[in-house]
Nanobody, 117 residues
Framework: QVRLVESGGGLVQPGGSLRLSCVAS????????MAWYRRAPGKQRELVAS??????TSYADSVKGRFTISGDRMKTLYLQMDNLKADDTAVYYC????????????WGQGTQVIVSP
């Protein structure tokens, strides 16, 4: 059982920055594709950015050029969020999905991000 713990959320003004972290209970980057999701109030959960075991990254169109996903290749996944907008307000979740076992995935508890003047 892999445990994921997110941190780094908070209240920030539009145009500001935050850095989210997701720490796993064990070294997982060699076997798990990692991703950040978010769920805004009244909306469905959406994929924000992903980081696969080969180090390839991808982003939702809404965050391209503003968010950067990265990892330490061991236990910690990051999401650097710059030029934040009100629409980025959401609970952000970290997910780990085993690259070869389809039903083996883990989620963190989420961290709240509020972008407001």
């Amino acid at each position: 059982q892999v445990r994921l713990v997110e941190s780094g959320g908070g209240l920030v003004q539009p145009g500001g920055s935050l850095r989210l972290s997701c720490v796993a209970s064990e070294k997982i980057f060699d076997f798990y594709n990692m991703a950040w999701y978010r769920r805004a109030p009244g909306k469905q959960r959406e994929l924000v950015a992903s980081f696969n075991i080969g180090g390839k990254t991808s982003y939702a169109d809404s965050v391209k050029g503003r968010f950067t996903i990265s990892g330490d290749r061991m236990k910690t996944l990051y999401l650097q969020m710059d030029n934040l907008k009100a629409d980025d307000t959401a609970v952000y979740y970290c997910k780990a999905h085993h690259f070869d076992i389809q039903d083996r995935e883990y989620w963190g508890q989420g961290t709240q991000v509020i972008v407001s003047p």
